[in-house]
């Protein structure tokens, strides 16, 4: 008996043996040097070189202590002294909305109504009849004079789709005059508390809704399709994670965590 476990003794010291030198013989997949990389570690705030394997950071140090884990099939970037930080975090993103403005129409940097105009137009172009325009996030403060836009300046490009785009601070939103029709709103049609239906000087609505009054527009719309927020949601992802975000907080309902699960 005392034998036998002499003889497991061994062959575990062994098995240890080979897995040591296995372990130290393993390869990274990839590695960056020559980086200034700021590792966030007040112990060790400065790096030169990191390895991965997969999706982790699994080393940090110096050039000569990365390029040790380099293999055959390692792949070597140099950053040549290129500045490397951690990922982002937003605290505070309207996530899925922004990965549906993504597939929306931009307006942020119209320069005038004209250039408003023509951009949906030609957004209005590529869609079917019937298919609402959304997103905008127009600046009416980038124009001379800076007049708020109006149904008449998007009504003949836009005869067939319904349109209610959204001013940059989200406060106030344009509607043609079909999304008004659709939604029954007309000259008659009172105020909302906490929101005002801008007229002109026939009492005419404009078409610009502001605050609580867009919801007169907002509850027609229908509603997004769990495969739309999934594919909104995987855009707005792709877009953050280019410009190194790689954890936010979303500022979305309840309603649209399942997207994420």
Not at 57 to 81: F, H, P, S
Request: some cysteine.
């Amino acid at each position: 008996m005392k034998k036998m476990f002499e003889v497991l003794a061994l062959l575990f010291f062994v098995c240890l043996i080979v897995a040591n030198t296995n372990a130290q013989k393993m390869s990274v997949e990839m590695v960056v040097v020559n980086a200034k990389v700021r590792t966030m570690d007040t112990a060790k705030p400065n790096a030169e070189a990191f390895a991965v394997v997969g999706n982790k950071i699994v080393a940090v140090g110096t050039n000569q202590e990365i390029r040790a884990l380099v293999g055959a099939n390692t792949k070597i970037l140099d950053a040549n002294g290129k500045l490397v930080l951690p990922g982002f975090n937003d605290s505070h993103v309207h996530f899925l909305e922004g990965g549906f403005q993504l597939s929306n129409v931009d307006l942020r940097d119209a320069k005038s109504p004209q250039e408003f105009a023509r951009r949906i137009k030609e957004f209005a172009a590529k869609l079917p009849k019937g298919q609402w325009i959304l997103g905008g996030n127009w600046d009416h403060e980038n124009w001379t004079p800076n007049n708020l836009p109006t149904k008449e300046l998007i009504d003949a490009v836009t005869p067939d789709n319904p349109v209610f785009i959204s001013r940059l601070d989200g406060h106030m939103a344009l509607a043609n005059s079909l999304a008004l029709k659709m939604a029954q709103v007309t000259k008659d049609t009172k105020d909302v508390a906490g929101g005002e239906i801008v007229r002109d000087k026939n009492g005419e609505p404009t078409g610009v809704l502001k605050d609580e009054a867009m919801s007169y527009i907002n509850r027609i719309i229908p509603e997004f399709s769990f495969a739309e927020k999934t594919n909104a949601a995987q855009a707005a992802t792709d877009y953050a994670a280019s410009f190194g975000v790689t954890s936010v907080q979303d500022m979305s309902t309840g309603n649209d965590v399942g997207v994420y699960q």
